[in-house]
C-alpha cells in the first residue's frame, strides 16, 4: 500500500516488531480495522511457514489491548469469530412497504494482503515475508481500496475483488464513497473517481475513506493514518512557505530519520536549529539525535521552508508486569532498532535477546533494555 509520500519529506522511520519464531525470520506488516477505528497497526516477525492466522495470534498473545477470538475447528477450518468483542453477525433488515421482502447482512472479519482479498483462511494463507496484511470488520460485500494518484486532480480508487459465485477475481471500481482530501469532503463517482481542484491543497495531502450499508457496517476498508500523496511544495516559487508539521505519530524516534526530497533543480541549503535534537546532512536526512524539538530549514533559491521536528524517545509497550510462576511475557519496544535486553535479578525473572520474559520464582526484578542508546526499564513482579 502506498505511504503518505511528499516531496517536502519521506517517511522513513524504521520501528522495532514483534518475534514469535526462530530462525531465519522477515517481517510483515500487520493492520487491524475495527467498525469505527484502528485496533493495531505495527510489523511482526515471521519464520518458515508461518500464516496469516499465525501472526494475528503474535499480535494477540503480545498486545493487551487485541483480544481475538479465532474458532479452530469449524467446518471451514479455523476462522476468526471476534477481534475486540466485533463479533461476526447475521442480520437483517424488512422492506416497510413489503415486509416479507428481507434483506441480509453478513458482518465478520475478513483479510486481505497487498491489498487483495483473501479467497482462502487465515490458517491456510502461507507468508513469505514482506507482505502488507490487513483483517478489516465489515459487511461482507466490503472493498479493499487502492487508490491511484498519478493524474493530477484525480484520484481513481478500484479494489481487486473476488466473486464467490464466479470463483474469479477482477478489477472493480469503489464507487459512491466519502473520500477526504485533508478536510475536505468528496464522494468517488461510478467509476470509482475522485476529481478535486489542485490549487487547493499544498504539499503534504492525507487520504481517508470511508462507506457503509444501511446499518452502519463498513463496505469499503479504511486506508492507513498515513495514506495519501504530494503536491510538490515547492512547485510554485514563493517568498517562504508556511512551516509544516512533518511526523509520524506526532514523532520523530531517536535513529529514525526522514529524507526531504526537493521538486526543485536548484541546489538546497539546510539546517537545523538544535543539531543536539535534530541533525540534517547535506542531501536533506533528518536524523532525530535525542528527545526535543527542533527546526529543520530548507532553502533552495527565493523558496524558504520550515519543518518542525519532535524527537522522542523509544517506548515499551508496558513499563511493569505482574506474571505467574513458570508464565512468559513478550515485552515490545517500539521506536528502536538496536535493542538489548537485560534483568537484576535472572533468578526472579530471565529475559532473552527478543523481549521474552520468564517468570522464574517469586519476587521483583527490573528488567532493562537499552533501545537506540535510550535507557528503558519494566519492573516484573512474579507471584
Request: charged fraction near 25%.
Amino acid at each position: 500500500m502506498k505511504k503518505l509520500i511528499s516531496s517536502a519529506l519521506i517517511i522513513a522511520l524504521i520501528i522495532s516488531c514483534f518475534t514469535f519464531a526462530a530462525s531465519a525470520q522477515s517481517k510483515v506488516s500487520i493492520r487491524i480495522e475495527g467498525k469505527e477505528s484502528t485496533f493495531y497497526s505495527g510489523e511482526v516477525a515471521i519464520g518458515e511457514n508461518a500464516t496469516v492466522l499465525d501472526v494475528l495470534k503474535a499480535v494477540d498473545n503480545a498486545e493487551e489491548n487485541v483480544d481475538v477470538t479465532v474458532i479452530e475447528d469449524s467446518q471451514y477450518g479455523a476462522y476468526i469469530s471476534a477481534i475486540n468483542g466485533e463479533a461476526q453477525e447475521t442480520l437483517s433488515v424488512n422492506d416497510p412497504e413489503n415486509p416479507s421482502n428481507t434483506t441480509y447482512y453478513y458482518v465478520g472479519w475478513m483479510f486481505a494482503v497487498d491489498n487483495i482479498s483473501s479467497s482462502v483462511g487465515a490458517s491456510a494463507y502461507e507468508l513469505k515475508g514482506g507482505e502488507d496484511i490487513v483483517f478489516y470488520y465489515c459487511d461482507m460485500n466490503t472493498q479493499v481500496p487502492v487508490a491511484d494518484f498519478s493524474e493530477e486532480g484525480k484520484i481513481k480508487l478500484t479494489s481487486f475483488d473476488y466473486d464467490w459465485m464466479s470463483d474469479a477475481s477482477a478489477w472493480q471500481p469503489v464507487a459512491g464513497a466519502k473520500v477526504y482530501l485533508n478536510d475536505k469532503e468528496y464522494t468517488s463517482d461510478s467509476e470509482g473517481v475522485v476529481t478535486y481542484e489542485p490549487a487547493d491543497f499544498k504539499c503534504l495531502v492525507k487520504v481517508q475513506i470511508e462507506r457503509s450499508d444501511e446499518l452502519g457496517y463498513p463496505t469499503v476498508c479504511r486506508f492507513e493514518d498515513n495514506y495519501g500523496f504530494d503536491m510538490h511544495c515547492f512547485r510554485e516559487t514563493q517568498p517562504e512557505q508556511k512551516p509544516v508539521t512533518l511526523n509520524y505519530k506526532e514523532s520523530l524516534y531517536v535513529k529514525g530519520f526522514y529524507d526531504i526530497d526537493m521538486s526543485t533543480d536548484e541546489s538546497v541549503s539546510y539546517s537545523s536549529s538544535n543539531i543536539k535534537v535534530a541533525k540534517v546532512s547535506s542531501s536533506g536526512r533528518i536524523t532525530g539525535v535525542k528527545k526535543g524539538t527542533a527546526t529543520i530549514t530548507a532553502k533552495a533559491g527565493n523558496v524558504t521552508a520550515k519543518y518542525k521536528i519532535t524527537v522522542n524517545n523509544p517506548y515499551l509497550s508496558v513499563n511493569s508486569k505482574v506474571l505467574k510462576k513458570g508464565k512468559s511475557f513478550k515485552l515490545m519496544v517500539f521506536g528502536a532498532i538496536d535493542v538489548k535486553f537485560s534483568s537484576n535479578k535472572k533468578s526472579v525473572a530471565t529475559v532473552n535477546s527478543s523481549g521474552k520474559i520468564t517468570a522464574k520464582k517469586k519476587g521483583a526484578a527490573v528488567i532493562t533494555v537499552k533501545a537506540n542508546g535510550v535507557t528503558l526499564k519494566c519492573k516484573v513482579t512474579v507471584k
